[in-house]
């Protein structure tokens, strides 16, 4: 059983940044792989980002290829996306998710096994 925390969201200008982190709690986190999605309000939970168990390799949508940048430390039970050159079109709530099944993880929410409560990210212009 993984629990996921995410923490960083906030208010940011246009062209500002951020960064996520979700913080895990079990000694298994390390076998996970995890990804990043957000929804915004009325629109499906999208994805954004993935990494593999070992953190060596990554894939992110293109919608925010060359400024979100995943990362992990797995002594920290942690999961980064740092995000530049942020967006009016990037507000929404982000969520990390985990599973155990892949060693990284897909595009689909479907792929993934456990699931934080969120954190708002809201860009004004």
């Known amino acids: 059983q993984v629990q996921l925390v995410e923490s960083g969201g906030g208010l940011v200008q246009a062209g500002g940044s951020l960064r996520l982190s979700c913080a895990a709690s079990g000694r298994t986190f390390s076998s996970h792989a995890v990804g990043w999605f957000r929804q915004a309000p009325g629109k499906e939970r999208e994805f954004v980002a993935a990494?593999?168990?070992?953190?060596?390799?990554?894939s992110h949508a293109d919608s925010v290829k060359g400024r979100f940048t995943i990362s992990r430390d797995n002594a920290k039970n942690a999961v980064y996306l740092q995000m530049n050159s942020l967006k009016p079109e990037d507000t929404a709530v982000y969520y990390c998710?985990?599973?155990?099944?892949?060693?990284?993880?897909?595009?689909?929410?479907?792929?993934?096994?456990?699931w934080g409560q969120g954190t708002q990210v809201t860009v004004s212009s």
């Open positions: 998710a985990a599973t155990a099944k892949y060693y990284i993880g897909g595009n689909s929410p479907l792929t993934y096994d456990y």
């Open positions: 990494i593999s168990v070992s953190g060596s390799s990554t």
